[in-house]
């Protein structure tokens, strides 16, 4: 175990590692956990990954869990990293790829963090788990829950996709559905939370979910062999993901595998739910609340982010941008993608395109450069988007 501490993301104060906490004690923000990487470095070395296993836990030095017998795994990540060459083609770009995150356990990039969150709080002894949920999500917490034998709460907007309401009833977990927005949701656990016994496993309002969303960035090195991209378009909610990747970059430059150059990282957002992106022009640190946020791309219909100003910093530090499309664009190039090169994308990761399109009319991007949009989810779980 290489685990030395969490440490809280903005005041940087130091908490124990050893014990179920979701918060920073003294600021109220995310913590994020730390690792003695000169230790982990020892075994986890480029060329021991050869004949690891064939998902996220092949990087088992710098992801938590002590005990293997707590892994709580349905075999998530490693994900196909697939070039898009006929998109690539039809929009002018040689080297375009598309990391396939639909090809998950519940279809979608949300069972990395689950994954790691669940086996973690199993090791810690938690025994009932809640959410707050746009829907992905709560299909991976209920799946995930069920396989460590914990029960599950999962709260999600009563307009979320029917699918994933489906899949939690279907894997055991309780589910309420509520009139309002994910926020109204996340209010929900935390005022229950303390008389139930639930331990909250909402986005960054623990530390794990994020390390094994962080696994997107040692897999990108990986399979592109230990050469990071030249631009990463994530469609961003509560910016996990992101977060994640940004940090598994730093981690990898302390292990020696990569050098200081950095991806620039790009939020793409929905105009009807765009937080970020207007943080991001005004040049905010935190983003205001988005009043009425509507888009078909549930998972973007986050007004608020907890890690607003982790996406807002790596954005910047990058040299990234941020970027929002209408629903129309996204539906449309669902279509498009699909077409072109067989993958039916969730609307959300079908964003990515259009906000690549934008980028080359900004003379953000050039079309030499090595691109990655994430694909984050599966475009079936959202027939009613397509008029299904
Ligand atoms: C398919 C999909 N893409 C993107 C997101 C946004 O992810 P994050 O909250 O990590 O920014 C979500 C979140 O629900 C999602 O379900
Ligand atoms: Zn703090």
């Known amino acids: 175990m290489n685990i030395t501490h969490l440490e809280c993301a ?7 590692a050893r014990r179920l906490l979701n918060l920073c ?9 730390r690792y003695d990487l000169a230790r982990a470095g020892q075994t986890l070395t480029k060329e021991s990954l050869a004949d690891r296993r064939a998902d996220l836990w092949r990087y088992r030095e710098v992801l938590p869990v002590e005990s293997d017998e707590n892994v709580v795994s349905l075999g998530e990540g ?14 002018g770009f040689d080297e375009l790829y598309i990391k396939d995150e639909s090809q998950n356990p519940t279809q979608s990039f949300k069972a990395r963090g689950m994954s790691t969150a669940v086996s973690m709080a199993k090791e810690l002894g938690a025994k009932k788990l809640a959410v707050p949920s746009a829907g992905n999500a709560a299909g991976a917490l ?7 034998g914990l029960e599950c709460f999962i709260f999600m907007p009563r307009d979320t996709p029917r699918a994933n309401v489906v899949e939690c009833e279907q894997t055991g977990a309780h589910v309420t559905l509520m009139d309002g927005l994910i926020t109204d949701c996340g209010a929900e656990v935390g005022r229950r939370k303390e008389s139930e016994g639930w331990f909250d496993v909402s986005t960054l309002k623990e530390p794990y979910r994020v390390e094994g969303k962080k696994t997107l960035g040692y897999e990108l090195a990986e399979q592109l062999n230990w050469e990071l991209p030249d631009v990463i378009i994530y469609p961003t909610g509560g910016g996990t993901g992101l977060i994640g990747m940004w940090k598994a970059f730093n981690e990898m430059e302390a292990l020696g595998w990569i050098g ?22 005004t040049g905010k640190r935190f983003a205001d609340e988005f009043a009425d946020a509507a888009t078909v791309a549930s998972g973007l219909r986050v007004p608020k982010a907890i890690g607003d100003f982790l996406i807002l910093d790596a ?3 990058s040299g990234g941008t941020a970027i929002a499309v209408t629903d129309e664009e996204l539906i449309a190039a669902t279509r498009e993608i699909g077409a072109a090169e067989g993958i039916f994308c969730a609307p959300e990761g079908a964003a990515c395109l259009p906000a690549l399109r934008k980028m080359v009319e900004q003379g953000a991007v050039e079309t030499s450069e090595r691109v990655v949009l994430f694909n984050t989810g599966a475009g079936v779980k959202y027939l009613e988007a397509f008029g299904g």
């Open 10 to 16: 903005n005041c940087h104060l130091e908490h124990e």
């Open 142 to 148: 209920a799946a995930y829950a069920a396989r460590a």
């Open 260 to 281: 200081s150059k950095r991806p620039r990282m790009v939020t793409v957002q929905a105009t009807g739910c765009a937080p970020i992106v207007r943080a991001f022009e």
């Open 78 to 91: 490693w994900t196909p990293l697939l070039r898009a060459g006929n998109l690539g083609k039809q929009i």
């Open 315 to 317: 954005l910047r530090e």
């Open 25 to 33: 004690s003294e600021c109220g923000k995310p913590l994020l956990v």
